[in-house]
């Protein structure tokens, strides 16, 4: 099976595993996933995609003064981001779906100030 043109060969790619990608969308294959970011080591967001690059491009990460890195949720010390490709149509979305539901990252709960432990 031929591999795909980006610099990108995780053992897996073909979604098998979950990869940290270093870089951000700069070398994110333009491939379907489900992505988690961890802001300063803690899960905040799931989300999925159908063009892994041009998404994490759309979360618009990016380097800020000094040693931080500016997010739409804030300017944190690290940014790290997970991703697990998939073959199949449809494969990424379930997958987002189930981790949203069993996880709870906050990032996922904007609206529902009850699922983040506030006050209704």
């Not at 490709?85 to 609206?111: S, Y």
Request: aromatic fraction near 10%; charge should be positive.
């Amino acid at each position: 099976m031929k591999r795909p043109a980006f610099q990108f060969y995780p053992a897996d790619w073909r979604g098998s595993k979950w990869v940290r990608l270093e870089g951000g969308d700069q070398v994110a294959p333009r491939k379907p996933a489900c992505y988690a970011i961890y802001l300063d080591g803690q899960l905040s967001y799931i989300g999925q995609c159908g063009d892994l690059a041009k998404r994490l491009s759309a979360h618009g990460i990016r380097l800020g003064y000094g040693s931080s890195v500016i997010t739409k949720w804030g300017s944190f010390a690290s940014v790290v981001i997970k991703a697990r490709f998939a073959d199949r149509l449809g494969d990424w979305a379930m997958r987002e779906i189930r981790l949203i539901d069993r996880l709870q990252p906050p990032m996922n709960c904007v609206g529902s100030v009850a699922k983040r432990g506030g006050a209704a």
